[in-house]
């Protein structure tokens, strides 16, 4: 099944990808490798906002998880031209939490990403992965991931 039909499939249709908001750009390829900058927690409904711990539970952490990784994949069909069949396989997500000083639960959030990159892409979907807290993220979002991918 092509990652467009899984896509279809899931119900999950990639939006166009962001534009950066500042001095940087996107993605960067190298070789068959493409580093797509951090994706910050925005959907069709906008930008989800809070801190794990407080304002947000460990689901609505992973749902905005999912959001940044469905952007990550919006990224990737840029880099390869609008043909996402390029995609490989996920190679590693860093994964950033707005949390509390003493939430924990990090990894759960960014399942959330990790979990819809395996359901949408199978085995080339499985990745390395780091998941950390920080005090604040731009424009108080829940969630950044960033990611690296091998395309063809």
């Known amino acids: 099944m092509t990652i467009t039909a899984r896509l ?9 990808a962001p534009a950066p908001a500042a001095n940087y750009v996107p993605f960067v390829q190298v070789g068959n490798t493409v580093y797509i900058s951090g994706q910050i927690s925005n959907g069709p409904d906008g930008l989800v906002t809070g ?3 407080d304002t947000l539970d460990v689901s609505a952490g ?3 998880a999912k959001l940044c990784a469905i952007s990550l994949l ?5 880099a390869c031209g609008g043909d996402i069949e390029r995609l490989v396989r996920v190679i590693k997500l860093t994964g ?11 990894p759960k959030v960014i399942n959330g990403a990790s979990d819809f990159l395996v359901d949408a892409l199978g085995d080339a979907g499985r990745h390395s992965r780091s998941a950390v807290s920080a005090a604040s ?9 960033e990611g690296i991918f091998e395309i063809k």
């Open 51 to 53: 801190k794990l711990g």
């Open 96 to 106: 950033f939490v707005n949390s509390t000083a003493d939430f924990t639960d990090q």
């Open 8 to 16: 279809a499939e899931l119900g999950v249709t990639l939006p166009d």
């Open 62 to 64: 992973a749902a905005a």
């Open 137 to 145: 993220l731009p424009l108080g979002v829940a969630v950044e991931i």
């Open 74 to 78: 919006a990224q990737v069909k840029a």
